[in-house]
RNA sequence: GCCCCCAUCGUCUAGUGGCCUAGGACAUCACCCUUUCAAGGUGGAGAUCGCGGGUUCGAAUCCCGCUGGGGGCACCA
């Protein structure tokens, strides 16, 4: 299969049946990025033809989930284009289905069927029992002239419309990231399926098929679970006798276990639940990038451009790939390294509200303060929901017995005495320093050291202790600095407080 | 059960007949740096390329079978 020649107009068409899925993003991104490369259009279309499951608020969680990892769209629902609406349920009101599924009736390409919901699992149910494993439904209706069909269906008869397959022969197509082979199913693998639900809403395999054709769709990017039913799709096309579109069917996103897919019930994995988490849209973008598609096997780490340039459909893969948090832990990471201080007080600042440790409307002086912390704890944030609990310590008191257990002041191999004595000669020397700076803090406390004969390990790790109640916290200098002399004193006399009620 | 898809270190992946005594990343281990934790640096371990047959002078790369995994079999998408 050769590149891709021309303009592509490819789509994202998920239906408003909850929040985005990140594998929902993933295929969007792949589309979004075939538009962007090759040149041409993106499409988002809203496939909201499932009224039972429709959820109201759905389809704006997915266009801001969209918008937020950086994906944006040539025509859409909200604003228009030249093949809209895009919104299926409004495609239908205006009929847009109507004179297509006529022309397949009239055709006798696809019947009207009378059999019932109810029959219809009492006929599954029986042909269970008769241990047929594989029911192939195909109505008696497929055989009755239209006429006759028409004639029931104004007694008032509910009844649905479903495609006439045939059932000889073999129905095949190719798929653009499975090279090579076409894919081919016989036909007597098929069954009727319903075009048009007795309510006369079209079914996905229906309306998105007349909605990709008038939207002048060339390559349908999808999810690999669309491949079984893609032969009910070129049979459309070829009764319609449309041109296909090409397919490429994006690799599924295994769960971690590789037990199956990720799934909405069983993984956390809906978009805004990372957003809220503190991973960076840039990260997202980038790890999803990687999922199913690769540039050299060496370069992981792209800008949006560099994926727009490097990325090519013939790099997809076939095999599934499979959700690696710790992976995607670590870009953000990186890519939270790659911000300014200042870009990283702006992202850190809303979970440092919803913690309570800064005000709703953070003052002059909570904002300089952050921006004063923050790089402390720069290089050790990889999820930004980690900071409120990093920098707890300046916001908060420490409190020996009550934050922190002050056996935990106790350095190896020393006792509660020898850590008094430590921390008195800590809080004397510390109280005779006026210029309250990391390296003034450190010139004095590694005087110290020297002069109680003592590594600085233990008594920077006793001092840590008490000052922050964490034996794990940033550089010890800049983290007294952070909180300031008179806080920095009054907990080391609290923690020596708390060691003479041990002796 | 039937149909379809897939198959390289624990995981993601490079590899499209000789450059592979299989490269990179995450995770893991050790060391360096060092006031803890990170970050960074160096190095290690980790893959008989799922198995069995072919084709070929030569196969991870092509073909067949098997096995394993995944997906689908709705008036859901």
Redesign the pocket.
Request: proline share 10%.
């Given at each position: 299969m050769s590149a891709i020649e021309g303009p592509v107009r490819v789509r994202f068409?998920?239906?408003p049946t909850g929040s985005l899925h990140i594998g929902g993003v993933r295929t969007a991104l792949f589309n979004w990025l075939c538009a962007r490369h090759y040149g041409g259009q993106f499409i988002l279309r809203i496939?909201d033809?499932?009224e039972?499951?429709f959820v109201p608020g759905a389809a704006d969680d997915i266009s801001a989930s969209l918008r937020w990892v950086g994906i944006d769209w040539d025509e859409g629902p909200d604003i228009g284009g030249p093949y809209g609406p895009y919104v299926q349920s409004q495609r239908f009101e205006q009929g847009i289905y109507q004179p297509f599924i006529e022309q397949l009736l009239e055709a006798g390409l696809a019947y009207m069927s009378f059999?019932?919901?109810e029959e219809?699992a009492q006929m599954?149910a029986a042909a269970e029992a008769a241990g047929i494993?594989?029911?192939?439904?195909r109505g008696p209706e497929r055989d009755w002239p239209l006429a006759k069909q028409r004639e029931v269906a104004a007694t008032g008869k509910?009844y649905?419309i479903r495609l006439k397959t045939p059932l000889e022969g073999e129905t095949r197509f190719r798929d653009l990231i499975?090279g090579?082979?076409e894919?081919?199913?016989?036909n007597d693998?098929l069954?009727d399926?319903?075009l048009i639900?007795?309510?006369g809403m079209p079914?996905?395999h229906f309306a998105?098929l007349v909605d990709d054709h008038l939207m002048k769709i060339t390559h349908v990017m999808r999810g690999?679970?669309?491949?079984?039913?893609t032969p009910y799709h070129v049979l459309l096309y070829d009764f319609f006798g449309w041109p296909r579109p090409v397919f490429a069917h994006l690799?599924?996103i295994?769960r971690q276990d590789?037990?199956?897919?990720l799934s909405k019930r069983k993984d956390d994995v809906a978009t805004y639940r990372f957003r809220e988490r503190g991973y960076l849209p840039e990260t997202i973008f980038n790890y999803l990038a990687?999922q199913?598609w690769?540039y050299?096997?060496?370069t992981?780490i792209m800008t949006r451009d560099e994926l727009i340039a490097r990325f090519t459909l013939?790099?997809i893969?076939?095999?599934?790939?499979?959700w690696?948090p710790?992976?995607l832990r670590?870009m953000n990471?990186?890519y939270i390294?790659k911000l300014t201080t200042e870009q990283l007080a702006e992202r850190v600042l809303p979970f440092m509200q919803r913690a309570g440790l800064i005000g709703e409307l953070a003052s002059e002086e909570e904002w300089s303060y952050l921006i004063s912390l923050i790089p402390l704890i720069h290089?050790?944030l990889e999820e930004l929901q980690e900071a409120p609990e990093l920098l707890m310590f300046f916001y908060r008191d420490v409190i020996p017995g009550e934050t922190y257990n002050p056996a935990d002041l106790i350095p190896k191999k020393h006792d509660a005495g020898q850590t008094i004595t430590l921390l008195r000669a800590a809080h004397e020397a510390l109280s005779q320093i006026t210029d309250w700076t990391p390296p003034a803090l450190?010139t004095t406390l590694r005087a110290l050291c020297e002069q109680l004969q003592v590594k600085?390990?233990p008594l920077?790790?006793a001092i840590?202790v008490a000052v922050t109640g964490r034996?794990?916290?940033?550089?010890?200098?800049d983290t007294l600095a952070g909180i300031g002399r008179e806080r920095s004193l009054s907990r080391l006399n609290a923690a020596i407080a708390a060691l003479e009620q041990m002796l």
């Open positions: 068409a998920p239906s496939e033809t499932d039972k499951r059999t019932t919901e219809l599954r494993k594989a029911f192939r439904f509910p649905t499975r090579g082979d894919i081919v199913v016989h693998q069954q399926i319903v639900k007795s309510t079914v996905y998105h690999e679970e669309w491949v079984p039913s690799p599924a295994l590789g037990r199956g897919k990687l199913g690769s050299d096997g060496v992981e013939e790099r893969q076939p095999s599934p790939a499979r690696n710790e992976k670590d990471g990186i390294r290089e050790r450190e600085p390990g920077f790790g840590r034996s794990v916290a940033p550089p010890l200098f």
